[in-house]
């Protein structure tokens, strides 16, 4: 599953089916290929055909971005770094060296909701406001684009297996949301279903193993990728704010964004009839951004309700469930890359801060000899004041791209 990287806010989280709702929406894409569209492509001479720079091994280097380029909608393949430009925009950049390879300038107004770089299918996605639109990551052109009608827009979106899920909902807070799913090809936009289904306007879809699934708090709902039919509904007093998926895992949590002090415990879910699964007792406290690993380990960063500038990044063992190790920061940005987790040291921290650490997904923080944490040098674009962001490149990378909020950088560094 390629889950969509949201802007913090909107989910980051904007990190964030057949209806009466017509248009492109529930029609076929405008395809940027072919010429058949109202989107606006780069003159030719603005677009390399370039995919990053061939089988050149990833390099240092430190770029500063332009300020189009959103905070936090920036991917990366195993050849090229992409960021999504204004709503609807991109920008592809050379794994090499940073500069701009390829550009294809936004089309619309509106907050961009995220960005999904999918290498499989060449395709990287976003959208903001009545757009879902798609460039061609090979060719550095726009792919398709689709456009809601007005009072329309989209809020939440994710990729998975060659299709792209996004929800859209009316644009007004003041009237019924009338939340519909659209399921689109990603390589060519076409339209395979679009319905009204039950979902929270905030909460992104979570699809994989040729599934899409949706909650609206109280219930979670499986519905089959192919044609959008309902396969399965969680059980009676189910509580899912929010879904987390990873590594063909389905768990519940609370929301970042809630208000409360209490928040439901954590539930693994069974994938294909939605049943709740044994799960490990989590903190109790704030759940503020989650990941989980192919092979079943669910890194939680918990915070307290009342202070959300510390937490713990916490270990759970979903196939037996049990805690297994927590690391204390102040950042909820972190990756998984080789069996490893990823984040920045505590920001308060003297002895250590501005530090990139990778720690053994089992063994933890204090494990010994190859298992042992590793720590890379400290460099300005890693210190808390930075608020630095993680850019995985695909792959097994030997370089992760950090991108800072205050003054807009990506700098590539090798993997500690």
């Not at 969680?234 to 809630?258: M, N, R």
């Not at 990941?291 to 937490?311: C, Q, R, Y």
Request: overall charge negative; charged content about 20%; hydrophobic content about 35%.
């Amino acid at each position: 599953m390629r889950q969509v990287r949201l802007v913090r806010g909107a989910l980051t989280a904007a990190l964030l089916g057949v209806t009466a709702v017509g248009c492109s929406g529930s029609g076929s894409a405008q395809s940027a290929e072919t010429g058949h569209t109202t989107t606006a492509s780069p003159p030719a001479s603005a677009v390399t055909q370039s995919s990053g720079g061939g089988q050149d091994s990833w390099r240092a280097w430190t770029k500063d971005l332009s300020g189009s380029e959103g905070v936090q909608v920036c991917g990366a393949t195993a050849h090229q770094v992409v960021c999504a430009t204004g709503a609807d925009g991109f920008v592809g950049r050379s794994h090499t060296d940073g500069s701009v390879s390829w550009a294809v300038p936004a089309t619309t107004a509106g907050k961009n909701l995220g960005l999904v770089v999918d290498k499989a299918d060449e395709r990287a996605v976003t959208s903001g406001g009545r757009t879902l639109r798609a460039a061609n990551l090979r060719t550095g052109k726009a792919a398709w684009s689709h456009q809601l009608p007005a009072a329309r827009v989209y809020t939440g979106f994710v990729a998975s297996e060659g299709v792209v899920y996004a929800l859209d909902a009316w644009s007004s807070v003041y009237r019924e949301a009338n939340v519909a799913l659209g399921a689109y090809r990603e390589s060519d936009g076409t339209t395979l279903w679009h319905r009204t289904v039950d979902a929270d306007r905030h909460e992104s879809p979570a699809a994989f193993d040729g599934r899409v699934y949706t909650t609206d708090s109280s219930k979670v709902t499986a519905r089959d990728g192919r044609n959008g039919d309902a396969l399965a509904t969680t059980t009676s007093g189910t509580k899912c704010p929010h879904l987390i998926a990873g590594g063909h895992y389905l768990v519940c949590s609370g929301v970042s964004y809630s208000a409360e002090d209490t928040f439901p415990p954590l539930q693994r879910l069974d994938p294909g009839d939605l049943r709740p699964l044994s799960t490990a007792e989590d903190s109790g406290q704030k759940p503020e951004r989650a990941l989980i690993s192919a092979d079943g380990v669910l890194m939680l960063f918990e915070v307290g309700a009342e202070d959300s500038s510390v937490g713990d990044w916490t270990a759970y063992d979903l196939n037996h469930p049990k805690k297994l190790w927590s690391y204390y920061t102040t950042s909820d940005e972190a990756g998984l890359v080789g069996g490893r987790f990823l984040t920045f040291t505590p920001r308060n921290d003297r002895a250590t801060r501005g530090h990139l650490i990778s720690i053994d997904l089992h063994a933890g923080p204090h494990a010994k000899g190859d298992a042992a944490p590793r720590m890379a040098p400290a460099y300005p674009e890693t210190v808390g004041s930075a608020y630095p962001a993680f850019v995985l490149p695909g792959g097994d990378p030997d370089h992760v791209v950090i991108e800072t909020m205050v003054h807009h950088i990506l700098r590539s560094l090798p993997l500690p």
